[in-house]
């Protein structure tokens, strides 16, 4: 099949109408709105604390696929293409949703207080410096 073949049969399935561009631009709005309303909502404490972030997450995900799927056509290009972008994209949202679970809920706690701490007591005891000599570096006491 030549090149030219190929061209003729892309362009053979049919292409959306700017009614539907305006459609989904409205949508992306209208979810542009939700982020909004979202993070209001917990400000003003009607939502709980980091339910915001939930939200925006979400609905920044899904005006993604919509941007990605509907407005740069990879619902209708080959399905290679489709699987060379869902691959990474997938790769990249497991790895940005188990830093914010390791920084977040997991360990939220402990990297706050590791945060606060001006040095290793907390972890390894008081440390004693030789007498005399406070700059001289410390060792745990022998126990």
């Known amino acids: ?64 696929l919509l941007v990605v799927a509907l407005y740069m056509h990879l619902k209708f290009d080959h399905k290679l293409f ?8 997938l790769l990249a949202t497991l790895v940005i949703g188990g830093m914010i679970m390791l920084f977040g809920p997991v360990h939220g706690t402990a990297t706050a207080i590791h945060g606060t701490m001006t040095s290793n007591e907390g972890i390894h005891g008081a440390a004693t410096a030789p007498a005399g000599q406070p700059a001289a570096p410390t060792t745990p006491p022998s126990r």
């Open 82 to 89: 489709t699987g060379l972008f869902v691959f990474p994209a």
């Open 1 to 64: 099949m030549s090149s030219e073949t190929r061209e003729v049969a892309h362009n053979q399935h049919a292409h959306p109408t700017n009614r539907f561009y305006l459609m989904i631009g409205a949508a992306l709005i209208g979810l542009t709105v939700l982020e909004v309303l979202g993070y209001l909502g917990e400000e003003k404490g009607t939502l709980g604390p980091g339910a915001a972030a939930a939200i925006i997450l979400f609905l920044s995900a899904l005006k993604f």
